[in-house]
């Protein structure tokens, strides 16, 4: 037998990964996690399994080392096989989807890095990548099947693509037939046709991680279906997925450098938790002190925001307003007026201007301290930049 081409799984070898993902799947003899979750996924009409890297790990340790170092053959058999799965247990649920996906969650070990750390080593393996989201693109449509119909001959054919941005091997030729063999003429039935949904944003490494003086390094991501519009520019997310390379746009595969994506199989927000938690004895003593008419609560509030510093009794109340906020007002003319004020404070050096402001920043849940000098740096500047993929200017 002639020997596969490396890197390429002999077919072989693809149905066995893909047993393998359908025993760690169907696990009713087990404790039955994954039946009950895909079951969940039916109902909730979802296309996308979260699967625990641990749960796998614990079931099969090698299938799980495998799937984070060879991704692209290792996820398109876990995806088959999951679709396999689907199909057993709701088989009319399976032909409703083109894919079925598998998103990843758990323990990555050394694959957990920041897009500082992400180098060549990692590329096609599995990857969690933590950063703040600096650009989303807009979400487009991205063909995955067109059906056309030849009036002529009565027939329609069908065309499927994929490109870098897929898990298959090789993309297809993205050319759109127009006429077919015979030259005759073809009328491409949009409503039969299949789209998915596809952005790329960009993340870049958290400022405190980045080494002082240097610029943030920052990679791209793919958000293709239901990850669209999950985050927004400002979150700190944690992206999972596959680290692959591009041919640059110039030269194809002749020039020697290659842009680098991530595509995301999951992505999970790490600023939910900017609230503060409160115990219910916070609680408690919140309701008792709003319950106190005796004292006048807006001084009281006023005086215990920076008490080390004495006086400015009228700068503490205005810092307070800020903090808090009001209510936004929409009058019948139809115009908003804010429920936030800006503050801008004026005074000799050294009375503890930036004191005060000290102290709102470690009570705001989220506040970025800034000088002069650093409002011009990056994350707080929007520049006009040229989008690679698309051209346009945003």
Same mark, same amino acid.
């Given at each position: 037998?002639? +020997?596969? =081409? !490396? ?43 979260? #699967? ?84 989303? $693109? ?7 099947? $067109? ?21 298959? +091997?090789?993309? $297809? ?54 990850? #669209? ?9 944690? #992206? ?77 109340? !205005? ?29 000799? =050096? $050294? ?13 705001? =849940? ?29």
């Amino acid at each position: 037998s002639m +020997a596969a =081409p !490396a890197g390429a799984l002999e077919d072989a070898e693809l149905r066995e990964a893909q047993r393998d993902y359908l025993d760690f799947l169907d696990d009713e003899e087990d404790q039955g996690i994954y039946h009950s979750k895909v079951r969940d996924m039916i109902s909730d009409n979802q296309y996308r399994l979260l #699967v625990n890297i641990n749960d796998l790990r614990r079931k099969n340790e090698k299938r799980a080392n495998r799937l984070l170092s060879n991704a692209f053959e290792e996820l398109t058999a876990f995806q088959r096989a999951l679709k396999d799965f689907v199909a057993s247990v709701d088989a009319t649920y399976a032909k409703q989807y083109e894919d079925f996906y598998i998103g990843l969650e758990g323990s990555f070990g050394s694959k957990h890095v920041s897009p500082r750390t992400l180098t060549a080593c990692f590329l096609s393996c599995v990857v969690c990548v933590e950063g703040i989201v600096t650009k989303c $693109s807009l979400v487009r449509p991205k063909i995955v099947r $067109s059906v056309h119909y030849c009036p002529a001959t009565k027939k329609t054919i069908e065309r499927r693509y994929t490109d870098m941005t897929s898990l298959d +091997a090789f993309p $297809s030729s993205s050319i759109y037939p127009t006429k077919d063999e015979e030259n005759n003429p073809l009328e491409t039935e949009f409503g039969l046709s299949v789209y998915k949904d596809h952005q790329t944003i960009t993340i870049q490494e958290m400022p405190e991680k980045a080494p002082a003086g240097q610029l943030p390094r920052s990679v791209d991501v793919i958000l293709d279906d239901d990850l #669209v519009d999950k985050v927004k520019p400002g979150d700190r997310i944690q #992206v999972v997925g596959t680290y692959r390379c591009l041919p640059g746009k110039k030269g194809g595969y002749t020039s020697g450098t290659f842009r680098t994506i991530l595509i995301a199989c999951n992505v999970k927000q790490m600023s939910k938790d900017v609230r503060p938690l409160y115990s219910a004895a916070d609680v408690a003593k919140i309701k008792k002190f709003s319950k106190s008419r005796s004292k006048d609560i807006f001084n009281q509030l006023a005086k215990s925001l920076a008490p080390s510093i004495h006086g400015h009794e009228y700068i503490k109340k !205005a810092l307070l307003c800020m903090l808090l906020g009001g209510v936004e007002k929409v009058l019948e003319n139809g115009s908003r007026i804010r429920g936030d004020i800006n503050i801008l404070l004026i005074g000799d =050096p $050294s009375v503890a201007k930036s004191q005060l402001l000290r102290y709102v920043l470690c009570t705001a =849940p989220r506040a970025i301290p800034t000088t002069g000098r650093g409002s011009s740096g990056v994350g707080l500047t929007a520049a006009v930049t040229t989008d690679q993929e698309t051209g346009e200017e945003r």
